[in-house]
Each structure stands twice: as structure tokens, then as C-alpha cells.
């Protein structure tokens, strides 16, 4: 038996976080990791022609919490990238998510951004859905109307999650928003960037502690009996920790076709959203998020599926319900101060990066 006051299970955001907190407290920590890297999902590196590619699909970081915005930038400084996103619809790249230049590049024509309120009540009118949204479909289509709803929206969640949107909850429509003004960012918070180092490079900071060690490569519920802990900080699959005994609940899973081109650049922005073409959902190109400078350039192409590395957690009425037996077990179990979990796969949240790290700080600052 290993006695370790704090052991982590992850390396990714949520799990280098808590472990930074415990070990910042005097608690020897272990961290135990699956994949032979650190950094969980938001994991980067250089490729061959030197472009910093998101091994798992693009990350960018915004957050209006400051709590959080400081403590990051204790382990890497941040660039001021703001995120623009293209959508490509009816042979062109029009901006989104929707705001003034979108409707007047959509619908050909030049209102003010004091008029899209009244054109987007005007749109809302003439469609058709249920009031309160229950679903994706009703959030989106009561903010915007069913035009621009099938135009951006309907494929894409459909490619995106393998299924109707009026099966999804409305909070995943709530992460995009819709704005009355000429700000085309994806993103409105106070602070936004990337790393400067890359993601990466900030998590090893993180774990760069006197108090942690590391084991990649290793499986924690194979481990887990020779392992003694204080406290244990489990950030995988929710699921799996309880063996399933509610049923299995769903994510969705990724193929990242990664293509390097020999040209300066590939599209007109980072990120392109393909709606309504195409087998993919978006084309990230890697070399905007740092301004890199090469004669190349990297390309990533995302093709949603069912199975493989869990990315996402699905959110449908079935699947949330089934999350609600599991956190009644999970209470009780953070109740004896031994367990905590935390993050996108621990507590089945459709978390933000910023939203995680919220969460790791919180939780175990009461370790
Ligand atoms: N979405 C969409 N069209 C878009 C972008 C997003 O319909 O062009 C929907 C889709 O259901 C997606 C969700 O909004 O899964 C959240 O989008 P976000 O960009 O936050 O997805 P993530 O970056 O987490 O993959």
C-alpha cells in the first residue's frame, strides 16, 4: 500500500488544478494519469512544420472570473487572441455567431444594430415553437426565428450530436449567443487568449511542485487498491467510477483529421463552421491562435461520432436523468471529505475550460 495525502486521477485541467491547490496546502500529491501526456484534453504541441496544433480539437480560453483569470497566468502567460468564428452557408463565410453583420451578409441587406432587435422579433413572429424552450430548437428558433435556425444551427447540432435538437437541452443552445451589436467575437468575456506557451506548457507548470508526482500511462481503477489517500480527487468518467450501476451515460466522441498545407493560409479564419456541408462540423486552422509564422499551415477537420475518446457530454433528458442517480451518490461521497469530483467527465457538465479550473479551486479549497 502507497499512502499519498491527496491522490488525483486526470491530469487535465480539473485534475492539475486540484492537485496544484493540495500540493500548495503541504499535501503530498499523486497524480495518475491514463494517456502518456499531461494536459487532458486541452493538450497541444508542435508538429513537424513547428504550427502548435490542439491535439483534441481547438481550445480558447475566456473567462470573466478573475479568480480564475489570475490564477492561470500564474503558469503561462496569455496572448490577447480574440476568437472569430466563419460560417459557411450558401457558397460563403458569413460571420457568427449571429449579430448585425450576419443578418445583413445573410439576408443581403444594411440594417443598424439598433434595428436587429425589431428584425429579429419580426423573424420569431413569422416561426413556429414552444414557449419556455424546452429544447435546443425552441431556444435558438424563440431568439432568432426558423430561418437563421436551419441556416446555422439545425445541421450543424444534428452532424454535431447525432441527433434532432429538439432532443437537446437548451443550455447547449445557450452557449451561443446572440448579439444586437457589430461585436462578431465568439466570445464576450474581459479575458481571453491562449497560452503563450501553449496548454501544455501551462499544465506542467501547474504540476511543477515539490509536493506532486506524476504517473502517466497508468490506470487508476487498476491501481486503486494499493493506493491510500487522504483524499481522492476522481476527474474521469462518471460512469465508470460507479461501474455503471445506473446504465452508461453517452458522449461524444471526435475524429480530428489533421492536414498540413504547403501554403500561408488556408481560410480566412481560425475556425470555419460547415452547417449545412460537408461530413465535418468545422475546420480549425491551427497557426491564427498563436500568430505563427510558416511558409505551412495545419488544418484540423472534425468529424463527430458515438464512440471513442470522450469529448462531450451528450445532453438529453435520458442522459441528465441518469446524471442525477449518480450525483446523489457523488454527495454523499464528497460529504466524507475522502472524494471530490471534478470536471467535464466527473460531474457530466458541459464545462468551459474556465468553468473547470472555478470548480477545482472551489472544491479543493475545503480539502
Ligand atoms: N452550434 C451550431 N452551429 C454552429 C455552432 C454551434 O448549431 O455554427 C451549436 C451546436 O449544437 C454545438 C453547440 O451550438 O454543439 C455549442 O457550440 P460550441 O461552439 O460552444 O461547441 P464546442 O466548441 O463546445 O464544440
Redesign the pocket.
Known amino acids: 500500500m502507497h499512502y499519498f495525502d491527496t491522490v488525483v486521477v486526470g491530469a487535465g485541467l480539473a485534475g492539475a488544478t486540484a492537485a496544484r491547490v493540495a500540493a500548495e496546502k503541504g499535501k503530498k500529491t499523486l497524480v495518475v494519469e491514463q494517456h502518456r501526456h499531461i494536459a487532458g484534453h486541452c493538450h497541444d504541441a508542435k508538429n513537424e512544420v513547428g504550427i502548435t496544433i490542439h491535439t483534441y480539437g481547438p481550445h480558447i480560453f475566456h473567462t470573466n472570473n478573475k479568480e480564475v483569470w489570475n490564477f492561470v497566468r500564474r503558469f503561462s502567460d496569455f496572448n490577447y487572441y480574440q476568437h472569430r468564428v466563419l ?1 459557411y452557408t450558401e457558397g460563403c463565410f458569413i460571420p ?1 455567431p449571429i449579430h448585425t453583420e450576419t443578418i445583413n451578409e445573410l439576408f443581403g441587406i444594411q440594417i443598424a444594430a439598433s434595428e436587429v432587435p425589431n428584425f429579429l422579433a419580426e423573424q420569431v413572429r413569422t416561426s413556429s415553437f414552444d414557449t419556455p424552450p424546452k429544447t ?1 430548437r425552441d431556444a435558438i428558433v424563440s431568439q432568432v426565428g426558423e430561418k437563421l435556425y436551419t441556416t ?2 439545425e445541421n ?2 444534428r452532424k ?2 447525432g441527433r434532432d435538437p429538439s432532443l437537446l437541452s437548451p443550455e ?2 445557450a ?2 449567443p446572440v448579439k444586437a451589436n457589430r461585436d462578431g467575437r465568439y466570445f464576450s468575456d474581459t479575458y481571453q487568449g491562449i497560452p503563450s506557451q501553449g496548454y501544455t506548457a501551462m499544465v506542467h507548470a501547474m504540476l511543477d511542485h515539490p509536493n506532486i508526482s506524476v504517473m502517466l500511462g497508468a490506470d487508476w481503477f487498476a491501481l486503486k487498491d494499493e493506493l491510500e489517500a487522504s483524499t481522492t480527487v476522481f476527474t474521469g468518467e462518471l460512469d465508470r467510477f460507479f461501474d455503471f450501476k445506473y446504465g452508461k451515460l453517452e458522449y461524444r466522441s471526435l475524429d480530428l483529421v489533421f492536414k498540413t498545407f504547403d501554403k500561408e493560409r488556408y481560410q480566412p479564419a481560425s475556425v470555419v ?1 460547415y ?1 449545412n456541408d460537408y461530413d465535418w462540423t468545422r475546420i480549425t486552422e491551427y497557426k491564427y491562435f498563436l500568430d505563427e509564422k510558416s511558409p505551412s499551415t495545419t488544418v484540423c477537420f472534425e468529424y463527430p461520432k458515438s464512440e471513442g475518446e470522450p469529448f462531450y457530454i451528450v445532453m438529453t433528458k435520458e442522459n441528465m436523468e441518469r446524471r442525477e442517480h449518480y450525483m446523489r451518490e457523488v454527495a454523499a461521497l464528497e460529504k466524507t471529505g475522502r472524494w471530490l469530483f471534478v470536471g467535464r467527465l466527473a460531474e457530466y457538465k458541459y464545462y468551459n475550460m474556465d468553468q473547470v479550473i472555478a470548480a477545482a479551486l472551489h472544491k479543493t479549497g475545503t480539502i
Open positions: 460560417s457568427f435546443f446555422f444551427f450543424y447540432t454535431q450530436w447547449v443552445a452557449r451561443i463552421n452547417p
